[in-house]
């Protein structure tokens, strides 16, 4: 997956990651079920986990941006379902984190209070855990955006920012940062630059190829690591088993 250009013909071969949040971690090493088994969004899920996160080698990011090429590509679903796979996964806390100062999702896909979050992590003091709320007693933690200003999306490019993302691979194993799309904003770039690399989202049938190759293009100039792509809401026009034999 380290070949940005073949990364994106790969991708055509991808399955869905992602069709709803599912049910969250609950707890370390979570034992999947039979049902999990047989879910193939979440079995692909595992498989993005376990070749990005858990492979052995000095080189396996720890901070990780998903960004998807345009809106509405369900990067924000996709990002959520990685994270809580990981945290089922490893022993460490893993931090998930609402950088899409543009339009913020993952409280509503948490059901979680927005009340407090990134926005304000960035603008007071104390430590970055007093704005992180643990997941319903697992090792995911969720720093929402918090309540936005017209020009928040500024926040990112500052060095208190960089001070919190320095902060926060302190005190967690892995950190997923959800982070608007490379079309038509900077902020997924900006982030990409100053993390461990980028896994990019597009949508079956719906991403065009020359606006996914631009994006790509974008991510060379801005020498951004481009980890891996993700294409989303996969169908199968001929039997999934036999899909998988192909």
């Known amino acids: 997956m380290s070949n940005n250009y073949e990364i994106l013909r790969q991708a055509d071969k991808e399955h869905d990651l992602f069709q709803n949040p599912g049910r969250p971690a609950s707890g370390v090493k979570r034992k999947h079920s039979r049902s999990d088994k047989t879910d193939p969004a979440r079995e692909e899920s595992v498989k993005l986990v376990q070749r990005l996160f858990l492979s052995v080698g000095a080189q396996s990011p720890r901070i990780v941006v998903f960004s998807s090429v345009e809106h509405g590509n369900g990067c924000s679903k996709v990002c959520a379902q990685v994270a809580e796979g990981l945290a089922s996964q490893i022993e460490g806390a893993v931090c998930l984190v609402d950088a899409n100062l543009r339009s913020p999702t993952l409280h509503h896909l948490f059901q979680i209070e927005n009340e407090l979050g990134l926005v304000d992590a960035v603008a007071q003091s104390g430590p970055i855990k007093n704005f992180i709320q643990p997941f319903r ?21 500052s060095d208190r920012f960089l001070s919190r993302l320095m902060e926060l691979r302190q005190e967690f194993s892995h950190v997923l940062i959800d982070a608007p799309p490379i079309t038509p904003y900077a902020d997924a770039v900006t982030l990409g630059r100053i993390t461990d690399g980028l896994v990019l989202v597009l949508e079956a049938n719906t991403t065009r190829r020359e606006t996914a190759r631009k994006a790509k293009e974008t991510l060379e100039a801005a020498k951004v690591r481009m980890l891996g792509a993700v294409l989303n809401k996969r169908t199968f026009p001929i039997p999934e088993r036999l899909y998988k034999r192909l």
């Open 137 to 157: 007693g697992s090792n995911l933690w969720i720093l929402p955006s918090g309540p936005l200003l017209s020009d928040s999306h500024t926040l990112l490019s």
